[in-house]
T-cell receptor, first 112, second 115 residues
Framework: KNQVEQSPQSLIILEGKNCTLQ??????????LRWYKQDTGRGPVSLTI?????NTKSNGRYTATLDADTKQSSLHITASQLSDSASYICVVSEGNAGKSTFGDGTTLTVKP | NAGVTQTPKFQVLKTGQSMTLQCAQD?????MSWYRQDPGMGLRLIHYSVGAGITDQGEVPNGYNVSRSTTEDFPLRLLSAAPSQTSVYFC??????????????FGPGTRLTVT
């Protein structure tokens, strides 16, 4: 069964600090890996999307990495802001838009 | 563009009642999906559609029906609501980009409570 596991489940950091979220997957065949940010009470919003041939992708202070050999991805957040407080979801697709496996998310809290 | 819209935002049903959650997108996307999100869990796929007239089951389809008569609309019907269907429901649409990957856009969600 395809699985996406994220760690840690939750994380608290101080404003201005950096953090890294992890995503391990067993989805096969792999098509792409996406990171989403979901604010409380809102729908997920795409941060990055990476295909098999890409090993890093940045979106402002967010940088995602992908190691397709070990089936691992990370999302690094630089100089965190209070507005970064949200759930971050890793999603791995098999190539069909309807065939995506979602991780349970990491809840990030940024404190002043 | 309004993007992906969902109505209603909130709904309370009694066990056994039926209702339809509406979803519409104005981006001419081929693919649309319905997910449910339960507390502390990842989104789970209920049904999806790869184009008008074509639908298929996802991971948790029982108790739900869908139809796709137009590209824009993808309603989700609860046939006989049960407390286990209390959840937040998200509709999403996506398109295949030039790199072959799918960019997925989510609606704001419908929070459903079944008593």
């Amino acid at each position: 069964k395809n699985q996406v596991e994220q760690s840690p489940q939750s994380l608290i950091i101080l404003e201005g600090k950096n953090c890294t979220l992890q995503c391990n997957y067993t989805v096969s065949p792999f098509s792409n890996l996406r990171w989403y940010k979901q604010d409380t009470g809102r729908g997920p919003v795409s941060l990055t999307i990476m295909t098999f041939s890409e090993n890093t992708k940045s979106n402002g202070r967010y940088t995602a990495t992908l190691d397709a050999d070990t089936k691992q991805s990370s999302l690094h957040i630089t100089a965190s802001q209070l507005s970064d407080s949200a759930s971050y979801i890793c999603v791995v697709s098999e190539g069909n838009a309807g065939k995506s496996t979602f991780g349970d998310g990491t809840t990030l809290t940024v404190k002043p | 563009n309004a993007g992906v819209t969902q109505t209603p935002k909130f709904q309370v049903l009694k066990t056994g009642q039926s209702m339809t959650l509406q979803c519409a997108q104005d981006m001419n996307h081929e693919y649309m999906s319905w997910y449910r999100q339960d507390p502390g869990m990842g989104l789970r796929l209920i049904h999806y559609s790869v184009g008008a007239g074509i639908t298929d089951q996802g991971e948790v389809p029982n108790g739900y029906n869908v139809s796709r008569s137009t590209t824009e609309d993808f309603p989700l019907r609860l046939l006989s609501a049960a407390p286990s269907q209390t959840s937040v429901y998200f509709c999403a649409s996506s398109y295949r980009g030039t790199s072959g990957t799918y960019e997925q856009y989510f609606g704001p969600g419908t929070r459903l409570t079944v008593t």
